[in-house]
Nanobody, 126 residues
Framework: QEQLVESGGGLVQAGDSLRLSCANLRRSPGSGYNMAWFRQAPGNERELVGCWRWRNQLSYYSNAVKGRFTIARDYAKNTFTLQMNNLKPDDTAVYYC??????????????????WGQGTQVTVPS
């Protein structure tokens, strides 16, 4: 069974940076899959942070993180990362890595994601 494992979360101060990693433990990385980072704060719904689209290998970001967060997909290492700069208290949440069904076209569509990691906590005190 395929597993996604996130790492890199922690407690940081406003303005600091963190880098989250998502390891895909499946032997074959597969090229026809979108990857995404979601986050969920207490009392809120899970929301899309950003995603990477397999078809054009471009990344897309929510307005809340655009310009501060960067997604990268490394096929050789079979990892998917989220570089977070200039963190704010509103970024406090559990961050989840997700993998879409094969050949999904829209990487922003949450309903296409069926493989999830267990989540990693990011805390930025106000």
């Amino acid at each position: 069974q395929e597993q996604l494992v996130e790492s890199g979360g922690g407690l940081v101060q406003a303005g600091d940076s963190l880098r989250l990693s998502c390891a895909n433990l499946r032997r074959s990385p597969g090229s026809g899959y979108n990857m995404a980072w979601f986050r969920q704060a207490p009392g809120n719904e899970r929301e899309l942070v950003g995603c990477w689209r397999w078809r054009n290998q471009l990344s897309y970001y929510s307005n809340a993180v655009k310009g501060r967060f960067t997604i990268a997909r490394d096929y050789a290492k079979n990892t998917f990362t989220l570089q977070m700069n200039n963190l704010k208290p509103d970024d406090t949440a559990v961050y989840y890595c997700a993998k879409s069904r094969e050949y999904a076209e829209d990487c922003t569509n949450r309903r296409d994601y069926f493989t999830w990691g267990q989540g990693t906590q990011v805390t930025v005190p106000s």
